[in-house]
């Protein structure tokens, strides 16, 4: 029998609605490399190699008729890699912001529920001869630790690259209807309550399942105090459209990591100060009231996992259960940058001191996650719980801090899309890789028509905060 989704994984796909696609995405940019250097025929040979190292990514959802039972997971036998793997180019002269806005639309599209639920796009005509590659990965993909993104295994540590897998895949024929049902059947009689949930989720009950993993989430959530008090009313909880804004920001880690010299914080912390100062400037710059007791709350998922644990090549060293979830209120009213940092960095300890911080084995009950896929980890919780606890999700990955390579390409940066929840305007994700910290800002077009904005004050809050610490 083919393997079923878990009742988190099938969550997603019966409360992706046309306003919030629950997939999460990436966008890496290459220098070009040797003779015609990275194109469409490389990128799709190179995942034709590599396809096998994750089987998930050819298999598509199939559902149990009458929704007697959660879908299964089946192999496509008209898989098609041209159709996921595809092609686009940008007009001349292929700045970034043209980048960004091709991002936010094909962002904005959900994907085929009737095919394998990933995409990937090779993006040619970038200015400095550059190329991106941008994917989109379905949450219901991301099964818990084991499973791995298919961006990761495309990347080598050197540019020659390893050498491909042979093999002749075969699909298995999909499972008839009857041999589902009767599957089913045998299910609801060794659980004869969760017949009735799965009925009621695919139906389009959609505020139950909410509720449902509201309640698992509500348990993490109670682990922290801030939880206890709604979160600030700000301009970034509205009602969202189906269209999204894309910006990003690029920024030094040796910054970050002077300044955790300076005073004695994490990377971390002084990431989370440098974004509220961001979204300081960013509301005074709307011309918002900024008292000196505001704060907006950021649900910030993060690994804590140290430098030493960076892993030694592009597909080794899980996160393994090394992770952990915090509510902290970012203090975007106070107008010192190094006020700010130990408001933060006090926030961060004593979370972590009392306890107040999520394990992973919760996280991963809760949630599930992968190396590079953890800023869907997030999404995944705040899809579930009320936007009255927290105003935005900031997702800080830690990258490896060596180049990697896509069919003898370099890869420059690596900025992620994390995808918005309902009600919440506005997603960042950041992510360390060789030396850089890159940020995506993933917003609403409504009600972020500004986030480009929000994004070029990264560079002057991190500015900012360099020059009080010295």
Same mark, same amino acid.
């Given at each position: 029998?083919?393997?079923?989704?878990?009742?988190?994984?099938?969550?997603?796909?019966?409360?992706?609605?046309?306003?919030?696609?629950?997939?999460?995405?990436?966008?890496?940019?290459?220098?070009?490399?040797?003779?015609?250097?990275?194109?469409?025929?490389?990128?799709?040979? /190179?995942?034709?190699?590599?396809?096998?190292?994750?089987?998930?990514?050819?298999?598509?959802?199939?559902?149990?008729?009458?929704?007697?039972?959660?879908?299964?997971?089946?192999?496509?036998?008209?898989?098609?890699?041209?159709?996921?793997?595809?092609?686009?180019?940008?007009?001349?002269?292929?700045?970034?912001?043209?980048?960004?806005?091709?991002?936010?639309?094909?962002?904005?599209?959900?994907?085929?529920?009737?095919?394998?639920?990933?995409?990937?796009?090779?993006?040619?005509? @970038?200015?400095?001869?550059?190329?991106?590659?941008?994917?989109?990965?379905?949450?219901?993909?991301?099964?818990?630790?084991?499973?791995?993104?298919?961006?990761?295994?495309?990347?080598?540590?050197?540019?020659?690259?390893?050498?491909?897998?042979?093999?002749?895949?075969?699909?298995?024929?999909?499972?008839?209807?009857?041999?589902?049902?009767?599957?089913?059947?045998? !299910?609801?009689?060794?659980?004869?309550?969760?017949?009735?949930?799965?009925?009621?989720?695919?139906?389009? =009950?959609?505020?139950?399942?909410?509720?449902? &993993?509201?309640?698992?989430?509500?348990?993490? /959530?109670?682990?922290?105090?801030?939880?206890?008090?709604?979160?600030?009313?700000?301009?970034?909880?509205?009602?969202?459209?189906?269209? +999204?804004?894309?910006?990003?920001?690029?920024? =030094?880690?040796?910054?970050?990591?002077?300044?955790?010299?300076?005073?004695?914080?994490?990377?971390?912390?002084?990431?989370?100060?440098?974004?509220?100062?961001?979204?300081?400037?960013?509301?005074?710059?709307?011309?918002?009231?900024?008292?000196?007791?505001?704060?907006?709350?950021?649900?910030?998922?993060?690994?804590?996992?140290?430098?030493?644990?960076?892993?030694?090549?592009?597909?080794?060293?899980?996160?393994?259960?090394?992770?952990?979830?915090?509510?902290?209120?970012?203090?975007?009213?106070?107008?010192?940058?190094?006020?700010?940092?130990?408001?933060?960095?006090?926030?961060?300890?004593?979370?972590?001191?009392?306890?107040?911080?999520?394990?992973?084995?919760?996280?991963?009950?809760?949630?599930?996650?992968?190396?590079?896929?953890?800023?869907? /980890?997030?999404?995944?919780?705040?899809?579930?719980?009320? +936007?009255?606890?927290?105003?935005?999700?900031?997702?800080?990955?830690?990258? *490896?801090?060596?180049?990697?390579?896509? #069919?003898?390409?370099?890869?420059?940066?690596?900025?992620?899309?994390?995808?918005?929840?309902?009600?919440?305007? @506005?997603?960042?994700? &950041?992510?360390?890789?060789?030396?850089?910290?890159?940020?995506?800002?993933?917003? =609403?077009? !409504?009600?972020? *028509? =500004?986030? !480009?904005?929000? #994004?070029?004050?990264?560079?002057?809050?991190?500015?900012? &905060?360099?020059? #009080?610490?010295?």
């Amino acid at each position: 029998m083919p393997p079923r989704l878990t009742a988190l994984d099938a969550s997603f796909l019966y409360l992706e609605q046309t306003t919030t696609p629950m997939h999460v995405g990436g966008v890496a940019v290459f220098k070009r490399a040797g003779k015609g250097g990275l194109d469409y025929e490389k990128l799709v040979g /190179l995942v034709e190699q590599r396809i096998s190292l994750v089987p998930r990514y050819r298999q598509k959802v199939k559902h149990v008729p009458g929704n007697l039972a959660r879908p299964v997971w089946v192999d496509d036998t008209e898989f098609d890699v041209a159709y996921h793997v595809r092609r686009s180019a940008l007009p001349r002269p292929g700045t970034d912001e043209q980048l960004c806005e091709l991002v936010a639309r094909l962002m904005s599209r959900p994907l085929d529920h009737t095919r394998p639920l990933w995409e990937m796009y090779l993006v040619e005509g @970038l200015e400095k001869n550059r190329v991106a590659v941008v994917t989109k990965t379905h949450q219901a993909m991301v099964d818990g630790i084991s499973a791995i993104d298919l961006s990761q295994v495309i990347l080598d540590v050197s540019p020659d690259a390893r050498p491909g897998v042979e093999e002749v895949w075969m699909p298995r024929p999909e499972p008839s209807d009857l041999r589902l049902i009767a599957e089913a059947v045998g !299910d609801a009689v060794a659980r004869p309550g969760e017949i009735v949930d799965n009925v009621r989720a695919a139906t389009g =009950d959609a505020v139950a399942t909410a509720t449902k &993993l509201a309640g698992m989430a509500g348990k993490l /959530l109670t682990m922290a105090r801030t939880a206890s008090r709604p979160a600030p009313g700000t301009p970034l909880n509205v009602h969202i459209s189906t269209q +999204r804004r894309f910006a990003i920001a690029r920024t =030094d880690l040796e910054a970050y990591r002077r300044i955790r010299a300076a005073h004695g914080c994490t990377v971390n912390d002084a990431v989370l100060s440098v974004v509220s100062g961001a979204l300081r400037n960013w509301l005074l710059s709307r011309g918002e009231p900024v008292t000196s007791g505001a704060s907006v709350r950021a649900m910030v998922p993060m690994s804590v996992r140290g430098e030493a644990d960076v892993p030694s090549s592009a597909t080794s060293g899980s996160l393994g259960n090394r992770v952990s979830s915090f509510l902290v209120d970012l203090p975007v009213g106070e107008p010192s940058p190094v006020v700010r940092l130990h408001h933060v960095t006090h926030a961060m300890r004593e979370h972590t001191s009392t306890g107040r911080n999520v394990g992973a084995d919760t996280l991963v009950r809760i949630g599930g996650f992968a190396p590079p896929t953890l800023h869907a /980890l997030g999404a995944r919780a705040a899809s579930g719980i009320s +936007r009255r606890i927290f105003n935005l999700v900031v997702t800080n990955v830690p990258g *490896p801090q060596f180049p990697l390579y896509a #069919a003898g390409a370099r890869m420059l940066e690596m900025f992620p899309v994390v995808p918005l929840a309902k009600g919440q305007a @506005l997603a960042i994700g &950041l992510t360390s890789y060789d030396g850089g910290v890159y940020y995506g800002f993933n917003g =609403d077009r !409504d009600g972020m *028509p =500004d986030v !480009d904005v929000l #994004a070029g004050l990264v560079d002057e809050a991190l500015d900012e &905060l360099l020059a #009080a610490s010295r």
